[in-house]
Each structure stands twice: as structure tokens, then as C-alpha cells.
């Protein structure tokens, strides 16, 4: 008696759920996205990357010498002492490591950077978010970055970041 009451009710959730997954409004929202897309995350991103130049440009000048003594090194090599060879190579793993080092103080203080600007605008885009869920009656937020398909009229990140743009002015 019980399995049957089980199974009824079973049943009946099965087919009464595709009438309730109808009805639900399920949209896509890259929260990085609007963030950056926005004119102020735009502009603090532009300010960022113009702060690194310096530091990019010193980087990639050690690449370029680090280049230039390997190139001496295949071109001379032959010709060297063995001595000038060891100080040599010793000389390019030396500046191999400072290179790596570099590059990744670099990209973690861009990260980090980066990860302050879309702090400092999330109030005006949570804000931005809340009141389209209210306005649109918006039953679920999906984040694009786990799903395997969207269909691109379900992503509201443009509306979002246009939201943001029209509140800053």
C-alpha cells in the first residue's frame, strides 16, 4: 500500500515538473563581464594597464637581452673558452630566473589589481542585478562559466553593464 502511494506521488511530481521548470525565468550572467564592460570597469582598466606599462615594458626588455645573449651564445659558442661558456649559461639562468620571477609578480599584481576593481564596482552591480530580477521576475541566475550551452538571448550581461552605464552618469 505504501509503495503505490509512493509511486503515485512519484509520478505525479515527474509530470507536474515540466510545467513548473516551464514557467521559471532562468537567465545567463557573467558578473565579470558587466563589471569590465562597464564604462567605469573600462576606464579602471585602462588605468591599470597604463600603471603596469612600466613594469611590462622593463620585462619584456629582459626578454629581449635574455634573447640576445642565447642568440650569442648558439652564434659564439664554438669560439668561447670554456670558461666564457659557463659564465655565460650561468649568466642566462640567472636571467631566465629573474624573468620568471618578473612575470609572475607581474600577473599577480595585475590579478590582484583586477580583483579590486570588480570589488569596488559590485554594489553598483549588485544593485544593477537586483533590480532586474525584480523588474524581469527573474527566478534563476546562471553563471556562463558552468554551463555547457546558453542560448545567447538568455545572457542579460550586456543589459547589466548598460544598466551599470546609464546609473554612473
Do not use: W
Request: charged letters at 30%; a negative charge.
Amino acid at each position: 500500500m505504501f509503495n503505490k502511494l509512493a509511486m503515485a506521488l512519484l509520478v505525479t511530481a515527474i509530470m507536474a515538473a515540466p510545467s513548473v521548470y516551464a514557467e521559471m525565468k532562468i537567465v545567463v550572467l557573467d558578473p565579470a563581464r558587466a563589471i569590465a564592460g562597464s564604462d567605469e570597469g573600462k576606464l579602471l582598466l585602462a588605468n591599470l594597464e597604463s600603471e603596469l606599462k612600466e613594469d611590462q615594458d622593463k620585462l619584456v626588455a629582459s626578454v629581449e637581452a635574455f634573447q640576445a645573449l642565447q642568440a650569442k651564445m648558439q652564434k659564439d659558442g664554438e669560439v668561447m673558452s670554456d670558461s666564457d661558456k659557463r659564465k655565460t649559461v650561468k649568466e642566462l639562468e640567472s636571467m631566465q630566473v629573474d624573468i620568471q620571477f618578473a612575470q609572475q609578480k607581474l600577473q599577480k599584481e595585475a590579478q590582484d589589481r583586477q580583483q579590486e576593481i570588480l570589488q569596488s564596482l559590485a554594489p553598483q552591480f549588485q544593485k544593477v542585478r537586483d533590480d532586474l530580477i525584480q523588474i524581469d521576475q527573474i527566478d534563476m541566475i546562471v553563471n556562463p562559466n558552468v554551463l555547457q550551452y546558453a542560448n545567447a538571448k538568455h545572457d542579460i550581461t550586456k543589459r547589466v553593464t548598460e544598466k551599470m552605464n546609464e546609473q554612473s552618469k
